[in-house]
């Protein structure tokens, strides 16, 4: 089966850090995407892993692990505007991408 | 670059009725797009995809009669929800890749779907 997981909700404090993680189990994997989705809005590319390790790009890094099926994402020197729905979506191949449920971040002053 | 854009952004409408969303690739040549529909609180379910000039591959569970996809160009896919009811209700979304679906997929803004 096809299976995704990430947290519910999850609640950080400005100027923290904050790290979203994500398993998943799938018939075929090519590579992991986060997305983050505000509310009533589609969702905006943050970031595609293919290999193992940590990849950064600004204030948010990915994180992926073939071998054991998870992903994170880290965000840092949060900010209010970082509160957002944040989605993982394992890309199976064959124009299959499977998005888990979305991580909702609240970000409190 | 890499911009999708759809059409309209909110619709409502009464039962019964058809309702047409577009979905452009403004900067790039979509060799496939999605769509998806999203509830409230709920992940992306992807619908269906369409290559350009073939017919859409339907997801199961998806009325292909209910609703029609049309890619005719390379950057032009349509979605028709066909005598829509409240419960077609939901967010419509759209995304576009330029790889063959191998790469990333950029979303459209999305379509509010309110069928009274």
């Known amino acids: 089966g096809q299976n995704i997981d990430q947290p519910t909700e999850m609640t950080a404090t400005e100027g923290a850090i904050v790290q979203i993680n994500c398993t998943y189990q799938?018939?075929?994997?090519?590579?992991l995407f986060w997305y983050q989705q505000h509310a009533g809005e589609a969702p905006t590319f943050l970031s595609y892993n293919v290999l193992d390790g940590l990849e950064e790009k600004g204030r948010f890094s990915s994180f992926l692990s073939r071998s054991k099926g998870y992903s994170y994402l880290l965000l840092k020197e949060l900010q209010m505007k970082d509160s957002a729905s944040y989605l993982c979506a394992a890309y199976t191949g064959g124009f299959k991408t499977i998005f888990g449920a979305g991580t909702r971040l609240f970000v409190k002053a | 670059g890499a911009v999708v854009s759809q059409h309209p952004s909110r619709v409502i409408c009464k039962s019964g009725t058809s309702v047409k969303i577009e979905c452009r690739s403004l900067d790039f040549q979509a060799t496939t797009m999605f769509w998806y529909r999203q509830f409230p609180k709920q992940s992306l379910m992807l619908m269906a995809t369409?290559?350009?000039?073939?017919?859409?591959?339907?997801e199961q569970g998806v009325e292909k009669d209910k609703f029609l996809i049309n890619h005719a160009s390379l950057t032009l896919s349509t979605l028709t929800v066909t005598s829509a009811h409240p419960e077609d209700s939901s967010f419509y979304i759209c995304?576009?890749?330029?790889?063959?679906?191998?790469?990333?997929?950029?979303f459209g803004p999305g379509t509010r779907l309110t069928v009274l």
């Open positions: 799938t018939s075929g994997f090519n590579g």
């Open positions: 995304s576009a890749s330029d790889s063959g679906g191998t790469d990333t997929q950029y």
């Open positions: 369409s290559n350009e000039g073939s017919k859409a591959t339907y």
